[in-house]
């Protein structure tokens, strides 16, 4: 599974070139798929997660990414939180995926819906492990995605990048339980319908603040 050496200073490894060019910035790392081992490098950054994995993810679709964050959803000693987006939470293989998750256990919170506001995908593919690893880029968790199609993937070790971006994460997972939770839907509920068209509505969006209301 995760490789127990994960190292910042051994992440050449997951390049083509073996390393990465000289002057690189100190805090970041940028893969690109399918030229670059993105798998490999997920696999190895999850693994390391001893205190929080938190996720905004639109395509979840890769066995054993799920495989560790499922070891991780079982150790109470680690928060894990997960927003899907809806649509592609409704796919099959997604479907069977989600089906074993235990959104109850102690440390856990799974949310599946929209963006916030406009009820648009959740578009985003971002993990951050234990506060301190950023994820980001094009890449869905989908062995299409990590090894077949073009996409760009960059890790970052700034806590700062980290802290902004799980403020913007939380925003993101609390719209969602607000949906689910408005919707009287809970994650099996969701999971059920074949596929998104016959999913139930969801409530609609408060107005923003710079509109003015019932408009």
Do not use: C
């Not at 599946?112 to 648009?120: F, K, L």
């Amino acid at each position: 599974m995760a490789d127990p050496q994960f190292s910042w200073d051994d992440l050449g490894q997951y390049k083509a070139e073996g390393r990465f060019l000289d002057g690189y910035p100190d805090d970041e790392r940028t893969f690109f798929a399918p030229r670059d081992n993105v798998h490999g490098l997920l696999v190895a950054v999850l693994g390391t997660a001893q205190h929080s994995i938190v996720v905004n993810m639109f395509g979840y679709d890769d066995d054993e990414l799920n495989k560790i964050i499922q070891g991780k959803l079982g150790d109470a000693h680690v928060y894990v939180q997960m927003s899907l987006d809806r649509s592609q939470a409704a796919g099959v293989h997604e479907k069977k995926i989600l089906a074993s998750w235990d959104n109850n256990a102690f440390g856990n919170s799974i949310a599946i819906g929209t963006s916030s506001v406009h009820n648009a995908i959740s578009h985003l593919k971002i993990v951050i492990v234990d506060g301190v690893y950023t994820v980001k880029g094009s890449t869905n968790w989908s062995l299409s995605g990590e090894q077949q199609q073009d996409n760009e993937l960059t890790l970052s070790r700034s806590a700062v990048i980290a802290a902004e971006t799980r403020a913007i994460l939380d925003l993101n997972h609390d719209f969602m339980l607000k949906q689910m939770a408005g919707s009287k839907l809970d994650i099996a509920k969701l999971l059920a319908p074949a596929d998104a068209a016959s999913m139930p509505p969801l409530p609609p969006s408060p107005p923003s603040a710079s509109s003015p209301a019932g408009s």
